[in-house]
């Protein structure tokens, strides 16, 4: 679940002011129109403090979903090997756990965490975040929320739920290529 919302109102606005706002400030510095940059920069604050409100309940929700300790140190691992610039600010923010449960969550419905916190951390830079944490959260929801797993990786859970099954009995899972035991014969 996103953190603003589901997909529409401020979250769904948010995706589409952010980048034209960062346009078009752009495009004028480029052409020396310093009033319309300090305003494209005052509107980005503007942006900054709608998130700051619309997110405040939603990412204290998805923090109490915080994920067990193992998880918890699976993610601080790729947060100090993808981010290592910011690591120790992302692990000792106190909104960790909300970005955790949201790494967590992706992974639960079949997407790469890892993928997923590269390409939020590569996608635009971070050194001017307000908080680190809470942009990386908003940004790997809002890749999961647009980027539906394929049919392999929602597979992905159900082939390891099998496989584990199948392991605890002491059985050899079948290899899904190569034809299982031939069923015995019902001649009469």
Do not use: C, K
């Not at 090997?81 to 992974?107: F, G």
């Not at 050194?127 to 539906?148: F, K, N």
Request: charged share 20%; net charge positive; proline share 9%.
């Amino acid at each position: 679940m996103p953190v603003t919302g589901d997909g529409s109102g401020p979250a769904r606005f948010l995706d589409v002011a952010v980048p034209v706002i960062f346009a078009t400030a752009r495009w004028h510095q480029a052409r020396r129109h310093d009033q319309q940059v300090a305003a494209a920069h005052q509107a980005l604050v503007h942006l900054q403090a709608v998130y700051q409100q619309a997110a405040a309940e939603p990412l204290a929700a998805l923090a109490q979903r915080q994920p067990p300790a193992r998880t918890m140190e699976r993610h601080a691992q790729r947060i100090l090997v993808i981010v290592p610039e910011h690591a120790q600010q992302i692990l000792d923010d106190p909104a960790w756990p909300a970005l955790a449960a949201a790494l967590t969550e992706s992974e639960t419905v079949g997407h790469d965490p890892e993928l997923f916190l590269q390409h939020a951390a590569r996608r635009r830079t971070l050194d001017d975040a307000r908080s680190t944490v809470r942009t990386l959260t908003w940004r790997i929801q809002r890749l999961a929320a647009r980027q539906a797993p394929s049919a392999r990786a929602r597979a992905a859970p159900a082939r390891t739920s099998a496989a584990a099954r199948t392991a605890q009995r002491g059985q050899t899972p079948l290899n899904p290529s190569q034809p299982g035991p031939a069923a015995p014969s019902r001649h009469r």
